[in-house]
């Protein structure tokens, strides 16, 4: 995998990320994304979304995290680059309906359900982002 020397592969993947959080899908709206150093699969990918196209998911935050390692994943034979591994993620994971996953979430105490690599601890949410979840509600 080629890297940009001065990056690690979890934070190109994020940067990638960001860039498509700009743009998604019609319904689905993408509040914040960063890493989380606290997993046991440390550095991940954290992102907290609200998809419209689930219609009982709809009002709900959703987070998914995502561990990044030296190698983003492996396509059949050969290694993803952050990019791709950042645009096969978001499409398959953000911009599609939960699907059966809606019933597997598990909620922090801020009310965001999480799926993807739920283990102890789940992600700390950052402060800005608890700002802008705070300001949304009020």
């Not at 959080?21 to 699969?41: C, E, I, K, N, R």
């Amino acid at each position: 995998m080629s890297t940009d020397q001065s990056t690690s592969p979890a934070d190109q993947v994020l940067l990638h990320v960001r860039d498509l959080s700009l743009s998604p899908d019609t319904g689905v709206t993408v509040l914040g994304s960063w890493l989380d150093h606290t997993a046991l699969l440390a550095p991940s990918v954290c992102v907290v979304y609200r998809n419209a196209k689930h219609p009982h998911a709809a009002s709900i935050l959703i987070g998914v995290r995502w561990p990044v390692g030296e190698s983003t994943g492996v396509e059949g034979d050969e290694e993803q680059e952050p990019r791709e591994w950042a645009v096969s993620h978001f499409s398959n994971y953000i911009e599609e309906p939960l699907g059966a996953t809606a019933g597997r979430l598990r909620y922090d105490e801020h009310g965001i359900g999480w799926f993807g690599y739920t283990a102890d601890p789940l992600p700390t949410i950052p402060e800005e982002l608890l700002r802008r979840l705070s300001s949304d509600t009020n």
